[in-house]
C-alpha cells in the first residue's frame, strides 16, 4: 500500500509539473484525475497527504498547487501569454484570447506583467520588427515619446512608434519609409505596452 501512495505521488506531482509546463497554468483537481486515472475524491486525499508532508504547497484555492519544481521555476522562469497577431502595416484587431502561455527566463526578460504577440506585416521592419517575430510587451497605459508601442485604434491594434504632439494629436509612426504616419486624437489612441524584446528565428 505503501508502494503504492509513492507510485501515485510520483504521477501527481509529475503530472502538476508537465502540465503546468506544457499550459502555463497549474492543474484543477479533476484536470488531475483525469491525467493519472484516479478519481478526484482520491486526488484530494493525496493532494491533502502530500501538503501534510512538506511535498506541495496548496492553500486551497483553484490552480495553486506548487511542487518543489514549481517553486524553483518561480525564481527562475516567468510565463507570459502569447495572444493573437498585431499589424505591422494597417491596424488589425488583435484577438485578446491566450493561445498559449510561454515559459522565459527571468535572466533574459527579467520581471512584470507582458504578453506576446505575433508581428505581421512590414511597417516595422526598419526597427527589425519581421513578420512571425514574437513580440514581448510590457504592459502599461503610459509611453514616452518615440518609444514603440501596442496600441488600439478604434479597437483595432498596431505596432508603431509612439509620437505625441503638441497639437494634442497622436502620430504613429511606422518605421517603413514607404508608409505614412497614422495620426490621430490622443483620446483615440489607447496604449496596451511598450515593445521590451523582438523573439525571431535566424534567416
Do not use: W
Amino acid at each position: 500500500m505503501q508502494h503504492k501512495k509513492q507510485e501515485y505521488i510520483l504521477a501527481i506531482e509529475a503530472f502538476i509539473d508537465d502540465y503546468r509546463d506544457t499550459t502555463g497554468v497549474i492543474p484543477t483537481m479533476p484536470e488531475i484525475a483525469a491525467g493519472v486515472g484516479l478519481s478526484t475524491g482520491t486526488i484530494c486525499k493525496y493532494i491533502a497527504h502530500m501538503r501534510q508532508q512538506g511535498i506541495i504547497e496548496y492553500d486551497g484555492g483553484q490552480r495553486t498547487i506548487t511542487t518543489k519544481k514549481g517553486l524553483a521555476d518561480k525564481s527562475a522562469f516567468i510565463y507570459v501569454p502569447k495572444l493573437g497577431r498585431i499589424s505591422c502595416g494597417i491596424p488589425k484587431f488583435a484577438e485578446e484570447n491566450i493561445e498559449e502561455y510561454v515559459k522565459l527566463p527571468v535572466s533574459l526578460f527579467g520581471r512584470g506583467d507582458f504578453f506576446l504577440l505575433e508581428a505581421y506585416g512590414d511597417s516595422m521592419i526598419n526597427a527589425g520588427i519581421d513578420e512571425g517575430d514574437l513580440v514581448l510587451v510590457r504592459q502599461q497605459a503610459t509611453a514616452d515619446y518615440n518609444q514603440i508601442v501596442a496600441a488600439l485604434i478604434d479597437d483595432e491594434a498596431t505596432l508603431k512608434r509612439f509620437r505625441p504632439q503638441l497639437d494634442g494629436t497622436i502620430r504613429l509612426h511606422p518605421e517603413n519609409e514607404r508608409l505614412e504616419d497614422i495620426v490621430v486624437e490622443a483620446s483615440q489612441c489607447v496604449i496596451q505596452g511598450i515593445v521590451i524584446k523582438i523573439l525571431k528565428d535566424v534567416r
